[in-house]
């Protein structure tokens, strides 16, 4: 039987600022997903570090913080069988010039920059980042 799993989708500011926000929800919904957290933010640095701490002596680290803190984001917490490697294949390639039509990077995302989404990469990065936006309380069972 195939366990229930959480995982975090963020629509990054330039999926925000252009209106994305509901189609990237429809396509969620319509895969069968389930929301179980969902708000708007404003991401402060010390946010943005903690969420690409892995990232940290990368060269395009503070690029990367720079631009999760540009403009709100929305962060949600889904939920569902294999959710972290559904989420994974409905965003697609980092770079959008590599991510397959009908992927919501394909389909939106300007660079690879600004790629409209992120999403944990695992289970244990789903965790830690779920946590980063979302406490106990805010999560819906």
Known sequence: ????????????PDGVKRGLI????????QKGLKI???????????TARRLYAEHVHK????SLVDYIMSGPIVATALEGKNVVSVVRT???????SKASKGTIRGDFAPSVTQNTVHASDS???AKRE???FFDDAELIE
């Open 22 to 29: 509901g189609e990237i929800i429809r396509r969620i919904e």
């Open 130 to 132: 779920i946590s980063i």
């Open 59 to 62: 060269p395009f680290f503070s």
């Open 123 to 125: 289970l244990e990065s």
């Open 36 to 46: 179980t957290a969902l708000k708007m933010v404003s991401v402060d640095e010390q």
């Open 90 to 96: 409905m965003i697609g390639a980092t770079d959008p």
């Open 1 to 12: 039987m195939e366990k229930i799993e959480r995982t975090l989708l963020l629509i990054k």
